[in-house]
């Protein structure tokens, strides 16, 4: 039986031909394996997420990423940044009102960048959201190792809440120790959402009988709502920023 051919076979040698087109799709190849495979901080915790019972505070996590070798806009994080700012000055672990511009610059040639979305279903009793975001971010840099981010607080009704909830926003760098960084899919799943669960607890206490009664029927609620309406498109009016969810 005949072997799998090269796509250079037939080819004529003259003047080199064949050694020349070789040479260069080689090197196109090569070139594609150091961008798209160069060298990378991925992120990963493998123990499994401890449990916090049923009466721990809800808490919504969700992580999408921008990535540019997969079809991101190359403006992705000015888009992101402007987003963020629309309602306020953005803030860091450290300095209230960071301007969206700075991000940008400073940001706007790395791979990747993820945009995380933390909803806390109490979001509304939260008295000072720019602290809690701070608390949850470094529960997630002691797991993870440093991070760069900026953060910004958000408000919108939902369907558990039409007078609406406050919500955070966070851009994280897709940099680490000058490494593209990724994070895998458990990290988001489990520890993140474990960490959030756990500050959002340990600041607003544990919901009472009365509180994860009515919890209990806010999902039921919320199901039939979605089933009224059917799935809405986009995610929260967020379809727009793009980004792939992780």
């Known amino acids: 039986m005949r072997g799998r051919g090269s796509i250079f076979d037939g080819l004529s040698a003259d003047d080199g031909f064949q050694a020349r087109m070789k040479a260069l799709v080689d090197r196109g190849r090569a070139l594609a394996r150091g961008y798209v495979r160069r060298s990378e901080r991925r992120v990963k915790v493998r123990a499994a997420s401890a449990e916090h019972g049923a009466y721990a505070r809800p808490v919504n996590v969700k992580l999408l ?89 958000e408000r919108k009704p939902d369907m558990a809440h039409p007078g609406g909830n406050r919500h955070l926003h966070v851009m994280i760098r897709g940099v680490q120790d000058e490494r593209d960084l990724y994070f895998e899919r458990e990290v988001v799943t489990h520890w993140f959402r474990h960490d959030a669960v756990e500050v959002t607890t340990r600041t607003l206490g544990w919901m009472d009988e009365r509180e994860r009664q009515a919890y209990e029927r806010q999902l039921v609620e919320m199901q039939r709502l979605r089933e009224e309406r059917g799935r809405e498109a986009g995610r929260d009016g967020l379809d727009e920023l793009g980004g792939r969810e992780l």
Do not use: C, Q
Request: no cysteine; aromatic share 10%; glycine share 8%.
């Open 65 to 153: 990423y921008h990535d540019r070798a997969r079809g991101a806009f190359p403006n992705s994080v000015a888009v992101l940044a402007n987003y963020l700012a629309k309602d306020g000055p953005l803030f860091d672990r450290d300095r209230p009102g960071i301007d969206k511009g700075e991000v940008a610059a400073a940001w706007s040639d790395d791979r990747r960048v993820f945009h995380v979305i933390v909803s806390p279903n109490d979001g509304h009793r939260i008295d000072d959201m720019v602290a809690y975001g701070r608390e949850i971010m470094t529960a997630w840099e002691r797991r993870v190792g440093e991070l760069e981010w900026v953060a910004a607080v």
